[in-house]
């Protein structure tokens, strides 16, 4: 007996030491990065209006056609939560002179397009000519994004530099934006409209296939540039435009994610039907919720009304309520919470509506109403997008939150387009008003708050001349820190001294996905990290 | 009748798509929040001739239509009759095999339940239908995809695959749109199916026949159920053609790329060409619709004749 229990016992340390040296290395062997497979995902969208990167703003374009392209940089996709973390895409490395006038890029030189063609400086130039200097007839969403560039040359065929008119911390994250596909130059020479309905790229896939309205089919680059990616074999991008069928095709295994996110309804539904099948990953979001008091319209003329309307919200307990219903969640100013130029907590508190003491913000606020001769029980009218995440939820908040303060708010949904009708034409009293941006680029992020004839998307239709001159200054500051108290002295005269607009709160984004998906780290913007490079998939 | 019922579609359609306020522009440069100037928005108004005259526009697409010109999507830019081409296979598959479902099911039980009228038969035939009429179909769809999730885990195939390239494939994701508006479209049917041949049953030349000694069978399909289907078949004609463009809910439940999703997208994005050119094919579809019906008729009842 004790001989058996002898053995029984050296066998079962035998078997527990295999295990102990073996987990370890099929723990690693399952993390390492496996190839092929075919990653299916939802764009949630009808379709793209067009293939043109450089001519649309959507999603749409960005998650089905990113993976088709290079960029010169790119958001770092090991560290794509950090603003400031760039690095090279099609080219290898980059300098800035030493006044901050001039950038010079690198490329590598073993960038082909699909077509095998040689990717040079001349397509770099073309693309990025097309974008800040479209010819004739061609569109180019971002052509504002590059007022201080002065001239592109490409003075040999792996080097590309940028002239600027001024030094800026605002030329990087311009650069680096995911739309600024690069394009092949022979093509944009003979017709510039061919992209919109082809694609032509240097990325990690080529593509296969595209059914409108139906889904976008791409196959690996065997020529890809970065060695040994992509992971994949190919994907399919399949539109499916509501959240019903989205989530249904998650829990059924039609599809493995949606990269720009679910509500947190759609996530708790997805994580209680497959368990441990299902990852999540959540990031602050750089879309801001906010409030547009009309300031052509009475008594949301007088900065008493607007600092009243502001310093009614209980935005910090609103983060906790709404977040558990709607995709918004961080406290913050205007600029993307986390950034180098972005307020502190403690200096948020300081701000009109951020104190933690909520009674006696509104205690100011009904004083200041008063002061203003606004009536107990007033009545506006909130207006606000037809769409659910997160407008109308919020929305329906706000509503409660000026309550408090005795304003009587009604509720106004308009569809989209008649919606950005309203709000250009100024028929309204306040809004609901929204900004999204794609890379952190605090110093182009917050033009929309200009003067209305300076900025297309005021919808406040105010003229404050202390504030473009404020911006002037910060566009032309290339010092981090001074830029930073430049930048706190607009928002505070933003959100606080003339509450031009109110925030609400930032956008949060949950992305649950099939477990079996490696590789693809969450980033602030659903615009960012999508050339599916390095993701990969465990085998089934 | 045809073409001058056309017409007045599109004199309304262009109207009240221009009376909404908003359009495409804003749709396609703003909803995203991102940052564009009003020059991009007035290039792209310039671009796709909306800074025209409402007249001129109007003129223009009425120009086009002569030439069977359907003009191009303001969206994607492609021809209109491409978008709707592209679409049009797998509305008029799902409506055939919704029609299918519901000619199959509703003609025997709307015979049984005249033939065994107050019956348990007939009870359990009119439950039937009432429910079926009473059962929206996009909310018959959620139940059978849900179904499918919580007891197999399974969902339809998402991409259409034509029929002649992969037959199983392609039921594997049809079929279930058109059970569910197939089972509503059946109640219908059945209804009317029940009611005309209780009527033709108590007409005098079904007695006769019957006096006559001639078959029960013989009687039911060659002197009632012909009779009978008149209005039946009007039924399925009216139906047939509400499904080509009418499957707005249920082909965004079972995410299908018809023509009732095409319509829905193309009326968020203010696409009016899309919009005009998808209204002009539904109403042509209701009308070759009837002119069919009209034809069956003839078939049906010989002293229907037309000049």
Known sequence: MLIHSHRRCASLIIVLLALLVTLPLSRARAESPVRGGELVYIVPASDFPSMDGHREETYAVIHPLAPF?????????????????????????????????????????????????????????????????????VISDRKAMFFMVKEVAAPDPSTVVFHLKFPTTAFLPAIANPFNWIYKADILAKDPHWYETHVMGTGPFRFKEYVAGSHVTGVRNPDYFMPGLPYL????????????????????????????????????????????????????????????????????????????????????????VLSKIAIVKTVGGIIFPGSPLALSKPELEKLAGYAPDIEASRREARKLLQEAGVQNGFTFKLHNRNVEQPYKTVGIWLIDQWRKIGLNVEHWVEPTAPFFATLRSGSFQVSVDF????????????????????????????????????????????????????????????????AHYLMTLWWHRIVPYNARLHGWKISPSHYINQDLASVWLTPE | MMFPTLLGVAVLVFVLMRILPGDIVEVRFASEGGTV??????????????????????????????????????????????????????????????????????????????????????????????????????????????????????????????????????????????????????????RMTRSSMLEVLREDYVRTARAKGLWQRLILTRHALKNAMLPVVTVIGLEFAFLIGGLVVTEQVFNLNGLGKLFVDAVTHYDYTLVQGLVLVVAAAFVLSNFFVDIVYGWLDPRIRYR
């Not at chain 1, 290079?70 to 300098?95: C, H, Q, R, Y």
């Not at chain 1, 077509?115 to 000519?129: G, H, I, L, R, Y």
């Not at chain 1, 110093?443 to 297309?456: N, Q, T």
């Not at chain 1, 406040?460 to 910060?474: Q, S």
Request: aromatic residues 10%; proline residues 6%; contains cysteine.
């Open chain 2, 37 to 190: 100037s009003p020059e991009v928005l007035q290039q792209e108004r310039a671009r796709l001739g909306l800074d025209q005259p409402i007249w001129r526009q109007f003129a223009d697409w009425m120009a086009g239509l002569v030439r069977l010109d359907l003009g191009r999507s303001m969206w994607t830019g492609a021809t209109v009759s491409h978008e709707i081409s592209i679409r049009a296979q797998l509305s008029l598959e799902v409506a055939i095999i919704a029609t299918i479902v519901a000619v199959t099911l509703a003609i025997p039980l709307g015979v049984i339940a005249a033939l065994r009228q107050d019956t348990w038969i007939d009870y359990l035939v009119r439950m039937i239908s009432i429910a079926g009429l009473a059962t929206p179909s996009f909310w018959f769809g959620i139940l059978i995809l849900l179904a499918f999730l919580i007891l197999f885990h399974w969902t339809p195939p998402m991409t259409y695959v034509p029929f002649w390239k992969h037959p199983w494939r392609n039921l594997e994701q049809l079929i279930w749109p058109a059970l569910a508006t197939g089972y509503r479209y059946s109640a219908v049917a059945t």
């Open chain 1, 69 to 137: 392209y290079s960029l010169l940089i790119k958001a770092n996709p090991e560290n794509p939560s950090d603003p400031t973390s760039f690095v090279g895409d099609a080219a290898e490395n980059w300098s800035a002179s030493h006044d901050g006038l001039t950038y010079t890029f690198k490329l590598r030189k073993n960038v082909k397009f699909h077509d095998e063609s040689p990717m040079t400086s001349k397509d770099v130039k073309a693309s990025f000519d097309e974008i800040i200097s479209p010819p004739t007839g």
């Open chain 1, 233 to 320: 074999d190919g994907f399919q991008a399949l539109f499916i435009e509501k959240e019903a069928p989205e989530v249904a095709a998650i829990r059924g295994g039609r599809a493995m994610v949606n990269f720009r996110g679910f509500p947190p309804k759609a996530v708790d539904e997805l994580k209680a039907a497959l368990g441990s099948k299902l990852a999540v990953q959540e990031s602050p979001w750089n879309c801001g919720l906010y409030v547009a008091p009309n300031q052509k319209v009475k008594p949301f003329d007088d900065v008493r009304v607007r600092r009243a309307l502001t310093l009614a919200l209980d935005r910090w307990q609103g983060s906790q």
């Open chain 1, 435 to 498: 900004n999204c941006q794609a890379v952190v680029n605090p110093v182009l992020d917050v033009s929309k708050f200009l003067s209305a004839d300076k900025a297309g998307d005021n919808y406040g239709h105010y003229i404050d001349r202390a504030l473009d001159g404020l911006h002037d200054e910060i566009v032309r500051e290339p010092d981090q820190t001074k830029a930073a108290a430049l930048m706190h002295q607009f928002e505070k005269r933003v959100l606080d001294e003339q």
